[in-house]
């Protein structure tokens, strides 16, 4: 089993902010193998740049990786990218791509609290 972190549950779990999670994220996270989109890095990195995250993304990068066994997805881009083109939900590049690499490995889990992703990606858990 497979599970990705959305960017707000991966800075969220950085922090060890994660106390509002259901039992379902919390069976998720003890089974599966705990992966991270590329794309969240770079909105990591632009939300530490307008002050809206406190870590710039390779600092989180470094402590979800070494601390919390959640590593960076690895699939080629051109297959997300493929994949992300059927997610015309929305026009937020982030979102898409994000929802598209979990479908690409699988249709694995995300963990998100996003709602819109919930509505639209039947394997989001929170």
Not at 34 to 37: A, P
Not at 60 to 66: A, F
């Given at each position: 089993?497979?599970a ?11 922090q ?17 193998e705990?992966?991270?989109?590329p794309?969240?890095l ?7 740049e ?9 600092d ?7 601390e ?15 994949a ?15 929802v598209?690499n979990?479908?690409?490995n699988g ?7 996003d ?5 639209h990606?039947?394997r989001?858990?929170?």
């Open positions: 089993m497979i990705y972190f959305d960017t707000q549950a991966l800075v969220w779990l950085a060890g902010s994660l106390d509002q999670i259901s039992p379902r994220v919390n069976r998720a996270m003890q089974q599966a705990l992966l991270f989109s794309i969240v770079l909105e990591i990195e632009y939300l530490y307008i002050k809206r995250c406190k870590r710039p993304a390779r989180i990068q470094t402590k979800v990786e070494h919390l066994g959640v590593r960076l997805c690895d699939l080629p881009f051109s297959t997300i990218a493929e992300a083109l059927d997610e015309k939900w929305t026009r937020d590049p982030f979102d898409r791509l994000i598209a979990a479908k690409a249709f694995a889990w995300l963990i998100s609290a709602t819109t992703i919930a509505r990606y039947p989001t858990v929170w």
